[in-house]
């Protein structure tokens, strides 16, 4: 288990940006996979963007592709996303998540396939 910490939230205007930050205080995150999911009140939490350990392919959601960008920063220890174009639909809680894996190239894009979870970060988007 690694505990992790996500910073860099607030409240944006519309077509503005923020760049959230996910760190692993005291631990090494590059044997991990990273993934970013939100979620609103009342419905589940859904993927945002992924990574591979290695940094070397991500992906994400439909509703955030061309304007989110996932990275990650192994010798600083943290993962990254970049968030351009905001919308009030971007509104919600955002989470960093991690995967320990050993080799591979896989990006999880799924919430059962990940086993470390930071507290969240409120993103807030105003007309």
């Known amino acids: 288990q690694v505990a992790l910490v996500e910073s860099g939230g607030g409240l944006v205007q519309a077509g503005g940006s923020l760049r959230l930050s996910c760190a692993a205080p005291?631990?090494?995150?590059?044997?991990?996979?990273m993934g970013w999911f939100r979620q609103v009140p009342g419905k589940e939490r859904e993927f945002v963007a992924g990574?591979?350990?290695?940094?070397?392919?991500?992906e994400s959601a439909d509703s955030v592709k061309g304007r989110f960008t996932i990275s990650k920063d192994n010798a600083k220890n943290t993962v990254y996303l970049q968030m351009n174009s905001l919308k009030p639909e971007d509104t919600a809680v955002y989470y960093c998540?991690?995967?320990?894996?050993?080799?591979?190239?896989?990006?999880?894009?799924?919430?059962?396939?990940?086993?470390?979870w930071g507290q969240g970060t409120q993103v807030t988007v105003s007309n």
């Open positions: 005291g631990r090494t995150l590059s044997s991990y996979a």
């Open positions: 998540a991690g995967r320990l894996v050993y080799y591979g190239t896989v990006v999880y894009n799924e919430e059962k396939d990940y086993d470390n």
């Open positions: 990574i591979t350990r290695s940094g070397g392919a991500t």
